[in-house]
Structures are given as C-alpha cells and as structure tokens.
C-alpha cells in the first residue's frame, strides 16, 4: 500500500458536482492498494499515518500528532499511485490491486481510523472525484508500506 499524506487546513471531495465528504485540519489520504498487499500492510499504514508528528507545538517545531490537534482525514482511493513509467509514456498499473479486494481494503482503512476515534471523510470507491485541499505548509508526507 503508498499513502500520500497531506496535511491540510481543509479538505473537500466532489463527486457529480456533490460534496461527498469534507474536513477541516488534518490529513489529505491518497490510498493506492497492491495486488500483493495485506491486512499487515494495511496495518502498518493506520499506525503510522495515526502517529505522524507533523503538527508544529507552541515553539513552532513538528511535534504534534493527528489526536493532539483533533484533526480530522479524509481518504481518497487512487490506484495511480502504483503507476509504472519505466517505458514510453503510457502509465502501466499492472501492480495496482483488483478492484474488489482493493475496495474492500479501502473500506477496512476507512473504518480502522474511525474505530481509534477520528472523523473521517471518504471519497467513493472507483468514481471519478474532484478533490480540493489547502495544503498546510506545505507538508507531503508519502509512506510504501513495502519500505518498513
């Protein structure tokens, strides 16, 4: 699974012209799922996007998690982010998951989040998403959880 991370002010996703979910501070969450990946993987991610300090304390230094600052997320599912460029210019996606079982990770991550208390917005599965954000700082954090 890759994860890219982003932390926001706030955050939209609009699906047919719709709001489907919304946040204020916290985490942007590009979800790419792997044809190999597992609920380890999955597991990983959650743990990790869960205690990542990036959120600056009174001195102004990245030291504050998700929880401390009651930041929100919202995860958006994006198989590109297993895109292969490595020949000509036509992106392969040959390691990105199946749809189903990746849905069904999606959903997993989703509800991982909301059971350790957050409140999580979501994008929709396999639809064509316009997703809008203020990135904070900037801050991108892009986390492979084959590279633990």
């Known amino acids: 699974m890759k994860a890219v991370i982003q932390r ?9 012209g719709k709001v489907h979910g919304e946040i204020g501070r916290g985490f942007v969450v590009l979800l790419g799922v792997a044809k190999d990946d ?21 001195e102004g230094k990245m030291n504050l998690g998700l929880k401390d600052v009651n930041g929100e997320l919202l995860i958006i599912s994006q198989f590109t982010l297993f895109a292969n460029t490595k020949k000509g210019n036509r992106p392969s996606f040959v390691d990105a998951g199946l749809p189903e079982p990746s849905k069904a990770f ?34 991108t954090i892009i986390i492979d959880s084959k590279n633990r």
Do not use: C, H, W
């Open 38 to 58: 597992t609920k380890e993987d999955m597991d990983y991610l959650v743990k990790k996007i869960s205690g990542l300090r990036v959120f600056e304390d009174t």
């Open 106 to 139: 999606y959903l997993e991550f989703i509800q991982a989040f909301r059971s350790l208390g957050f409140n999580v917005g979501e994008g929709e599965f396999g639809a064509d998403m316009a997703v809008e954000l203020v990135n904070d700082g900037p801050v």
């Open 8 to 16: 926001v002010t706030r955050g939209k996703v609009t699906i047919e």
